[in-house]
């Protein structure tokens, strides 16, 4: 699956978060996903890309994180 950067993702606990970037680990070369929380304090994360679409089957997803047809404004 391919991430798409200003999208809007559901995590499989309900809550939602646009995805910002993909960053690169200087060191390993490794990707993670830039994402930032839509509730609250608007925290930013980081995940490995590698765990982003894990499989979860919980509350109705199959995976960790889902995209969402809701347009940024």
């Known amino acids: 699956m391919e991430v798409k950067i200003n999208s ?12 910002e970037d993909i ?4 060191e ?16 930013l994360w980081i995940r490995p890309l590698s765990m982003f679409f894990d499989e ?7 995976y960790r994180f889902e995209l969402q047809d809701i347009k940024k404004r």
């Open 8 to 19: 809007i993702y559901k995590h499989y606990k309900g809550n939602y978060y646009i995805v």
């Open 23 to 26: 960053a690169i680990h200087s």
């Open 56 to 62: 979860v089957n919980k509350n109705g997803q199959k």
């Open 28 to 43: 390993t070369n490794e990707k993670f996903v830039v994402y930032r929380q839509l509730y609250e304090d608007i925290k």
